[in-house]
């Protein structure tokens, strides 16, 4: 029996959640095409016959200018010091950049066991594949290095495989109903941010976030209350959109996937609400689960 933690790490938008996700058949961390989506540190637990293995998602790091980047950023670093394997993601489409050797520099100066990863080859032809692993393979003494499709499911099963080789013997640390750190709440305001990330612009996603207001649940419905808090009045405009079609929108996508997710009927409430600043804001950075980190 293998048991372990594994941590993935690497640039925003590099496809790490969508991987996450992919490996556990089931949704947990939300993906967009935005970078900034992920905002916690996500656990997800891999079973099967022989082996449990402990995924944990990190928002990925960027140059941080408020202090919730700040906070991310610390939240990322912590775990690339805890788990026996990390696995380094790089978008190969884009090439190695400056931001994926920013990361890279961290993990080498513990002299940690990287497997790295090189996601999207469905968006590049072998050669310059071939060509680009080359460059790379020089950066640092990878355990292994091992193409892949997230999104496609292409070389999924053969990463566990591998991540298997290097785990050590255990037994399972969590019960094998167990999948995920992350609350009901967590579940239900993830998912509607995601909704606006993927209905709205570009800049959306550093500038809004989602906070549980109300929560109620039995055995056939699920009803929660939720507040998207904006940092600009014009923001508040584009998320209700024309006579509230948008925010119509953004809760009917949410619904459906929660209904899906909690297989239950589910009701949202959804309020748009501005706070300036709220990304400097430690009550609210509190609220969303981070606080630990701004005491160290
Ligand atoms: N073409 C392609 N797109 C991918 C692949 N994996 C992820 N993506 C997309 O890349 C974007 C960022 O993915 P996400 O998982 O949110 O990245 P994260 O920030 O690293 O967690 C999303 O739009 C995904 O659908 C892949 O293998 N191929
Ligand atoms: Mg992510």
């Known amino acids: 029996m293998k048991s372990g933690m594994v941590g993935i790490v690497g640039r925003p938008n590099v496809g790490k959640s969508t991987f996450l996700n992919e490996i556990l058949k089931k949704k947990i961390a939300i993906t967009s095409d935005k970078s900034g989506t992920t ?30 980047d700040s906070v991310l950023n610390n939240k990322s670093y912590m775990m690339m010091d805890t788990p026996d394997l990390i696995l380094f993601m790089v978008d190969i489409s884009k090439g190695y950049g400056k931001g994926d050797k920013f990361i890279l520099d961290n993990i080498k100066d513990d002299n940690k066991k990287v497997i790295l990863l090189l996601n999207k080859i469905d968006k590049l032809n072998k050669e310059e594949l071939i060509k680009r692993i080359d ?13 892949l499709s997230a999104s496609k499911n292409i070389n999924i099963k053969e990463i566990i495989k591998t991540i298997k080789k290097y785990l050590p013997d255990g037994e399972r640390w969590y019960d094998e109903g167990y999948l995920t750190n992350q609350s009901k709440g967590m579940i239900i305001t993830e998912r509607v941010r995601e909704k606006i990330l993927w209905l709205t612009n570009k800049e959306v996603p550093y500038t809004i976030t989602c906070v549980l207001d109300e929560f109620e649940e039995n055995e056939k419905l699920l009803k929660a209350k939720i507040n998207i808090i904006v940092d600009r009045e014009n923001l508040k405009k584009i998320i209700i959109g024309k006579k509230g079609n948008m925010l119509k929108e953004i809760g009917t996508k949410a619904r459906i996937d929660l209904e899906s997710y909690f297989n239950k009927k589910v009701y949202l409430e959804l309020h748009v609400k501005t706070m300036k600043n709220w990304r400097d804001n430690d009550s609210l950075i509190k609220d969303l689960g981070l606080k630990e980190d701004l005491d160290e």
């Open 135 to 147: 460059e790379i393979s020089k950066e640092y003494d990878f355990l292994e290095i091992i193409p």
């Open 39 to 68: 905002r916690n540190i996500i656990l997800g637990v891999y079973n099967d016959d022989d082996s449990q293995i402990a995924f944990v998602d990190t928002p990925g790091i960027r140059k941080p200018s408020t202090k919730l």
